[in-house]
């Protein structure tokens, strides 16, 4: 009967990713082609009585995979489950009496031991990754935001961005510390542990500004960021860009709304800055080159100076391509705004 099966196993051999299933269909593969029990028990270092059990299990069952065990039952049942998945997409610890602003294997450990449950973060946590959830890092949606003046300001900026013939850029600032920031990499240990000097933990301040319809960056360090060092900014993209008109996008800062900076704009009438909503980093590209730097650039490195730092940004800036930036720094977040 294995005779006539011969192509079928060796077309299921060939399929199967599971390495003992692979076995038994080779072996009952050989045999079908001719070869004797004690030879291919030799061949796959098999005993003589498992190929005989394979060989009835496939003429009874057609089949020789491993069959499903039944194992431990969860410690979760179906109602925790939906209850589980109903507290993370509601995401209000709070409202449950935990002090938390989303929820952790912690936080649902306390919540069904508060009920009586006690279920470990281990076990929460597998149940979690089974129902598809994803361990993401939190982002933050500021309570203050106002969504229709965010539309409102998606609307006003593409359609100026139709009828504009200059420079748009949006601008933004960050600060950095000289001493490496934690990141992930790879070891054979229990735990990754950095050598991060304390005597590097000086900061510099970064003036950042990005073309994206060019894939084009603009920084400035500083050891400060009040209003003359933002306004030595402005006359640094004023230069670059001589002779254009330019619309620059920018956050609520107090600073860039300054008499320095009143001052500055007089006598640069080709310049004008527009302000973006109220808590609303999200809209600003340059916040997106700013995470992917970090990420990138400046997690897990020492810098044995402000200078060095400083020098090492700028040129980290002017190595990534303009096509590379262009997909960095998205307008996405505000064409979702207009699709909502």
């Known amino acids: 009967m294995l005779e006539e099966d011969r192509e079928l196993l060796r077309e299921l051999a060939a399929k199967c990713r599971d390495g003992k299933e692979k076995i038994r269909y080779l072996s009952l593969h ?4 001719g070869h004797e029990v004690p030879l291919v028990s030799e061949i ?58 989303f929820w952790d294997t912690k936080e649902l450990h306390l919540y069904f031991q508060k009920r009586g449950m006690e279920i470990s973060r281990e076990t929460l946590r597998t149940c979690l990754k089974g129902m598809g959830a994803r361990y993401v890092k939190a982002q933050i ?15 006003k900026f593409f ?63 500083s050891k400060e960021a009040k209003a ?40 640069h009438p080709g310049m004008r800055l527009e302000f973006l909503p109220p808590y609303s980093p999200e809209l600003n590209p340059q916040e997106q080159w700013w995470n992917y730097k970090r990420r990138k650039f400046l997690n897990n490195r020492n810098f044995k100076s402000t200078h060095h730092m400083a020098t090492s940004m700028n040129r980290f800036a002017k190595l990534v391509p303009p096509e590379q930036v262009m997909s960095i720094c998205s307008l996405e977040p505000l064409e979702k705004l207009l699709r909502e």
């Open 30 to 33: 050989a045999i079908a082609s």
């Open 44 to 101: 796959f270092c098999v005993d003589e009585s498992t190929i005989y059990r394979w060989i009835e299990r496939w003429q009874h069952e057609r089949n020789v995979q491993d069959k499903t065990k039944s194992g431990r039952p969860s410690a979760i049942s179906d109602k925790d489950k939906e209850r589980i998945k109903n507290l993370i997409e509601e995401g209000e610890p709070k409202k449950y009496g935990i002090n938390a602003s």
């Open 141 to 155: 949606k500021y309570a203050e935001a106002d969504i229709e003046k965010q539309k409102e300001f998606a609307r």
């Open 159 to 221: 359609e100026e961005m139709e009828s504009t013939s200059g420079i748009v850029i949006f601008q933004d600032e960050m600060s950095a510390e000289c001493s490496a920031r934690k990141g992930y990499g790879w070891t054979f240990e229990k735990r990754l542990e950095i050598k991060a000097p304390q005597r590097y933990r000086k900061r510099v301040n970064c003036f950042g500004a990005v073309n994206i319809m060019e894939g084009k960056v603009i920084e400035m360090t």
């Open 228 to 267: 003359p060092a933002f306004v030595r900014f402005l006359n640094k993209i004023a230069v670059k860009y001589s002779g254009e008109r330019i619309v620059m996008y920018l956050d609520n800062l107090p600073v860039h709304k300054s008499a320095k900076v009143k001052k500055f704009l007089e006598r």
